[in-house]
């Protein structure tokens, strides 16, 4: 299995079904390269810099491409940073689960996520196709459509057709490709 933890930042997802039925769907990080590059002195573990996820009050930079401060993020006591991650066994059939899935990849977690599962479900591909479709992603700001474009270690290439960018550009949107993806873990489990 090839693991893509160094550019993710340290963001890890698994997905895992037993044959009992029993399902665990767990996302770690330590957000940046090595955390908050400390060691806890008792454990070993490094420590996480999630600090990073909170925002400021400031003043706008002006600068397009970068949100604004959001106050349902600014540093309070008690408060958990805002957090892209979505671990999720979202499919329960006859109150038997049928699926779990979630991903790592920062700020695309949600959409690959929901992706994925809508692959499944709605437009009926098998698991395996529904994690390798390309996705395209956009978080209006900046405002530009990111699509994934990129080679495996094993020579496949990913990336949305010509046709799907082409209509895009038409409808007048900025196209940035991504040689990073979002790393999807899904797991299905059929029925007998």
Not at 13 to 33: C, K, L, P, Q, W
Not at 44 to 50: D, E, H, K, P, S
């Given at each position: 299995?090839?693991?893509?933890?160094?550019?993710?930042?340290?963001?890890?997802?698994?997905?895992?079904?037993?044959?009992?039925?029993?399902?665990?769907?767990?996302?770690?990080?330590?957000?940046?390269?090595?955390?908050?590059?400390?060691?806890?002195?008792?454990?070993?573990?490094?420590?996480?810099?999630?600090?990073?996820?909170?925002?400021?009050?400031?003043?706008?930079?002006?600068?397009?491409?970068?949100?604004?401060?959001?106050?349902?993020?600014?540093?309070?006591?008690?408060?958990r940073p805002l957090s892209s991650m979505s671990p999720t066994i979202n499919v329960l059939k006859d109150g038997k689960v049928k699926a779990a899935v979630g991903a790592s990849g920062g700020a695309n977690i949600i959409a690959a996520t929901t992706k994925v599962f809508l692959n499944h479900f709605f437009l009926k591909m098998d698991p395996l196709s529904s994690v390798l479709a390309p996705r395209i992603y956009h978080q209006l700001i900046p405002n530009r459509v990111l699509f994934e474009n990129l080679t495996t270690v094993f020579n496949d290439h990913f990336e949305i057709p010509k046709e799907t960018r082409v209509v895009l550009e038409k409808k007048g949107h900025a196209l940035t490709p991504m040689t990073g993806a979002t790393i999807v873990q899904f797991i299905v489990q059929e029925f007998d």
């Open positions: 299995m090839e693991w893509n933890q160094i550019n993710h930042h340290g963001t890890c997802h698994f997905s895992i079904i037993d044959s009992e039925r029993n399902a665990v769907s767990m996302t770690t990080t330590v957000n940046g390269y090595f955390g908050a590059v400390m060691l806890s002195p008792s454990t070993g573990i490094v420590l996480n810099n999630q600090m990073d996820d909170f925002t400021i009050p400031a003043k706008s930079s002006g600068d397009l491409n970068v949100p604004p401060p959001a106050p349902a993020s600014f540093i309070r006591p008690g408060k």
